[in-house]
């Protein structure tokens, strides 16, 4: 996992209050790897989307929670977000992520289970 990166990115700027020190890490690593290239701000010290903020970091910084939302929490998004997200993604190993039974999953499985109870 990359110790270092831009300070717009390793500052407490970018990770939610509330967010556990496991997840931030690997969100860090997520805005280091997609971050080369951006014109990168730190923005005003409260973290809000002031005028030192650039699109582009805004975007990553989005992206890069939708990502730790769907590893982390099991939400899911569009398909080409997911997509684009992953792609992003690839190359970094979380080994701590929870697993989640999806709805669908639930779901085909009382299907199955009504089934076979029928028969």
Known sequence: MAKHGPPALTGPVL???CEPEGHWQHRREF?????????????GEDGGAGDGDSLELRRLTSLSMVWANHVFLGCRYPLQVMEKVMDMAAGITVTNAPTHTLRDELVAKVKRG???SNG
């Open 15 to 17: 990770r939610a209050e």
């Open 31 to 43: 805005l280091i790897r997609n971050a080369e290239g951006l014109p990168l701000s730190p923005g």
């Open 114 to 116: 009504i089934s076979s």
